[in-house]
């Protein structure tokens, strides 16, 4: 087991103290190691994308399929080109509008991007983070950083540096501390390379932010959260199971009086069978489920933003809690209602029962 050094970033990204940090995570980057770091969508699991070795040592470091490939960070705009080939208007629209930002637009990529990095494709996904200190961390590192979320294959992404201790203490050089993720959900994928863009994975950035932006966009099927029968998702990563608690997740859909009839018969027999059940819920309904033990508030319907922020770190709490059977209400809210509800899906293994 390797030693994992844990760096805090304290205020202002330039200071000495800080700026130091940055060198040493420089160093092991370009050392081939890696360093997990902050951005505002959730953290990476960064190594250098133009080393081979290091994108391998990713995909051991996870656990993850290296058919899956990563995405590659960058800095400023004029290294797009670098990595990426045939970048037309439209995609510098969309740069203009939402870089740095949670978006990640997939190109053709150039042979200076390794094989191991792209997971044997001939395409390379591109995102500029909107996070000060990933933006200083991979200028310091020589400004291509691959990199997938920071999480074992199949958890919950990580939103705070203490989960991805969890899951990667002992298996990586080192991780910068920024605090939480701003948004906690990963960046909206967007296929450039075909006549209309396409959303390979749902986010932040919606559907509709882009098809006015650009006047239209398709989806690939597996963003509805629907099983594919088959069919090859585009982005390799929305074929496996991901996001998952360690216990069995179940979504309740329909009418609010019903969804709450059906999880309290739900909480009552698996009491009965001696399992420890929890509940993920809505700020509106959390007094709806008295008697219950673990009801876990994932924030207003009001506000979809917080829902989003909370989704991940309230699945690890359900781990932490170790709770054998979960409910979860439906939170198909406006507009980032489709991205959370496509990782609760994915979480869920697709056990969504409507009532
Ligand atoms: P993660 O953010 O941990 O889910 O990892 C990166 C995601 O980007 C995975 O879901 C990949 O499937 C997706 N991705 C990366 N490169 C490509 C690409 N060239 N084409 C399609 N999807 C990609
Ligand atoms: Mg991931």
Known sequence: MMKTIISVIDGDVNTNYNREIFEKAGEVIRGGGLVAFPTETVYGLGGDALNPTASQKIYTAKGRPCDNPLIVHIYRMEDLNRVAEGVGREALKLAEMYWPGPLTMIFKKRSIV??????????????????????????????????????????????????????????????????S????????????????????RPGYISGEMIREALGSVDYDPAVFGEETGGIRPKAPGMKYRHYAPKGELIIVKGEQSRVIGHIREGIAAAEASGKRVGVIVASESENCYDGA??????GSREDEETIARHLYSVLRECDDKDIDIIYSEDFSTPRIGQAIMNRLIKAAGHRVVEV
């Open 114 to 179: 390794p094989d191991e990095t792209t997971g044997g494709l001939d395409t390379v996904a591109v995102r500029m983070p909107d996070n000060p200190i990933a933006l200083r961390f991979i200028e310091a590192s020589g400004g291509f950083i691959a990199a997938p979320s920071a999480n074992l294959s199949g958890r919950p992404s990580p939103t705070k540096a203490v989960h991805v201790a969890e899951d990667m203490n002992g298996r990586i050089d080192m991780i910068i501390d920024g605090g």
């Open 181 to 200: 993720s701003v948004i906690g959900l990963e960046s909206t994928i967007v296929d450039m390379t075909g006549k209309t863009p396409m959303i390979l």
């Open 293 to 298: 033990p673990h009801i876990i508030n994932i």
